[in-house]
Structures are given as structure tokens and as C-alpha cells.
């Protein structure tokens, strides 16, 4: 994935691939600060999200917030070992009321959303979609390896805050995360087209010294009245990192016209940034009709006989909207 502009020049010192100025979507870009000892990723969507997202005509709200989701399993389930798999999911008394995004390493991505359209309102944002409940991150690295669920409680904050709060209580690794999802419409022969576009970063503070890493204590909570809160101070290189990522303009995480490296390259120019080979990502279902049938066949007879309609019985997937169509007799239905 090298770019064919000669605008910029490859020196002894360049990282271990040329630097695209070309933007590059569907793809997560790692980076590394070393002179902040901040590691990081960046996460640029475009056709992969637009086919996830248009398969199911969202409304707008609904489809920037399963957006944000999206970009947020790319950053974190993208550092899986090879079959990997990483699930966000989140199940909550808002509009939303439940969203899956499912991530199996390398590169396959679906996902969908449940919404009541009925409650949704001008002005959501996506806090206020998801409203209050949990989200869930789920991952599984294969057969021999145990499976890890993390969560987060959702208390009508964004998905950024639940990536905070998880950090801060799961892994205690300082870190902020950026989320955007936009809408772009491009002229054309037949009019303008319509296509979603998101971006991300994730930005992680990791010192060789483990002291320098202590983050400010939790809320205190039920504390009683006068009791001293440790006051931490943090390290001046992650204060720097967080300060410089807050300059992260939502625009700038979707340019189309924008590369990853330049974005990366105007943040952190002056300290230096290392750029790693990108991970491309797709959007690709694992449903198939063997799966479902044998999804049908471990239903209970009687639940079989009630999916009969018409002398048939339909499944739709969910996550992608195929349809697959048996009879009652493929799907076990017994006369
Ligand atoms: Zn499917």
C-alpha cells in the first residue's frame, strides 16, 4: 500500500513503508510517539461503513451512532491475534435499545442496531439515543483461550466516555479515544450521492516506568465529608499527549481528502511519529445457509412449526439482510 506520490520524499529514515498522501480508507493505521511513549491507532471508514450502514436504512442519529461504534471494535479489536474475534454491544432503555458490532480478526466487520423510531427526536445526540444500561465488550481469541468480557454502565454519556471509563477501571491504561461519523454528498450524473464516512483514534499512554502512568484517583464517591482524595498529578508527556488529541477536529477524522499520515503528521510533527503498516478492514458477514439451518434444527419442534408461513419458512440475517428461504421440510419441520 504504498503511494505513487512523488511529493514525498523517502529518507534512510522513514518508518517501514512510504507514507501515504493519498488517503486510504477501510483501514486502521497503528502509530507510535516514541519520544511521548504514546502508542496509538487511527481508524479511517468509508465504502466498508456505507454498505454496513445503507444496508438497513437508518435513519441518520441511528446510523451516526452505530457508526461510532463501529470505529470504536475497530480500534480496540483490531491489536487481536489472528482469529480473534471482538464484540461491542450494548443494551440500553434509549431509542437504541440495543446495537452488536462484531469484529473477527483480521479484517471482517458487521453489525446492526435496534431502534424504536417512534422516540427518536431532533437533536439526540448519541448519548441521549442510548440512554441508560450497559455495554459490553467481548473477546474471544480462539478455541484454547479463555473468553474475556468487559463492562461498562452507560449513564446517558457517549460511547468515548464508556471507552474512558473502561480504560480508567479495566485496564488502567490512560488513554482517550475520538470518535466522528459523518454523511457526505457528492455531486454526480444523477444527482447527489449519499455516503457515510467515520474516523477514529485512540491515543494510549504507555511508559516503561509503571509509576508514570498513575492516572487521578475515581470519584470518591460515599467518601466521608473531609476526606482527602490522593491528587495525582500527571505525567507532563500524557499531558501533552491528551492535549494534542483534543485538538482532533471531527472533520479532520472523516476528510476523505485527508491522509492518515498527514493527520497524524500535523498532530504530532514536532515530537515525532513512526507510522506501521495499516490493517484493512471489510465489511463481511459469516452468515450462510448451512449456518442457519443448523440454527433451525437446534430449535425445539414445535418453535420450528410456528416459523411456517405459506408453506415456508423464512429467516432474515440481521446483521446483513439476507434472506434465507427453506421448506418446512429442509428446516425440519415434521408433517
Ligand atoms: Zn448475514
Known amino acids: 500500500m504504498t503511494s505513487p506520490s512523488p511529493d514525498i ?83 440500553t432503555d434509549g431509542p437504541v435499545s440495543f446495537l452488536i458490532v462484531d469484529f473477527q480478526a483480521p479484517d471482517r466487520l458487521r453489525a446492526y442496531a435496534r431502534f424504536d423510531a417512534k422516540r427518536l427526536r431532533d437533536g439526540q445526540d448519541s448519548g441521549a439515543l442510548l440512554g441508560h444500561g450497559h455495554l459490553a465488550m467481548t473477546i474471544d481469541q480462539g478455541a484454547d483461550m479463555s473468553r474475556y468480557q468487559g463492562l461498562v454502565a452507560l449513564e446517558g454519556g457517549n460511547l468515548e466516555d464508556a471507552a474512558h471509563e473502561y480504560f480508567l477501571r479495566s485496564e488502567q491504561i490512560p488513554t482517550r479515544v475520538r470518535l466522528a461519523v459523518g454523511e457526505e454528498w457528492r455531486g454526480g450524473g444523477d444527482g447527489p450521492k449519499h455516503r457515510w464516512r467515520a474516523g477514529g483514534m485512540l491515543l494510549q499512554f504507555l511508559p516503561k516506568a509503571p509509576e508514570r502512568a498513575r492516572q487521578a484517583d475515581l470519584h470518591p464517591g460515599d467518601a466521608p465529608d473531609g476526606a482527602v482524595t490522593h491528587a495525582v498529578a500527571e505525567d507532563d508527556a500524557w499531558v501533552e499527549g491528551q492535549s494534542l488529541i483534543g485538538t482532533v477536529e471531527d472533520v479532520e477524522l472523516i476528510d476523505p481528502d485527508l491522509s492518515g499520515e498527514r493527520l497524524l503528521y500535523r498532530l504530532f510533527h514536532e515530537r515525532g511519529v513512526r507510522v506501521f503498516a495499516p490493517q484493512t478492514l471489510r465489511a463481511q458477514c459469516s452468515c450462510s445457509r448451512e449456518a442457519v439451518s443448523g440454527m433451525l434444527k437446534s430449535f425445539a419442534p414445535k418453535d420450528r412449526a410456528e416459523m411456517v408461513k405459506d408453506d415456508k419458512v423464512v429467516v432474515t440475517c440481521e446483521f446483513c439482510s439476507s434472506v434465507y428461504q427453506f421448506t418446512p421440510h429442509e428446516a425440519g419441520v415434521e408433517e
Open 9 to 91: 520524499k523517502i529518507t534512510p529514515e522513514t518508518p517501514i513503508r512510504a507514507p501515504s498522501a493519498v488517503p486510504v480508507d477501510d483501514a486502521v493505521l497503528p502509530f507510535e510517539v516514541a519520544s511521548l511513549d504514546l502508542r496509538g491507532r487511527l481508524t479511517r471508514l468509508g465504502p466498508a461503513l456505507d454498505e454496513v450502514l445503507t444496508r438497513h436504512d437508518y435513519p441518520a442519529p441511528v446510523g451516526k451512532l452505530l457508526g461510532e461504534a463501529i470505529v470504536l471494535t475497530t480500534l480496540l479489536g483490531s491489536s487481536l491475534k489472528f482469529d480473534g474475534r471482538f464484540i461491542l454491544q450494548t443494551q
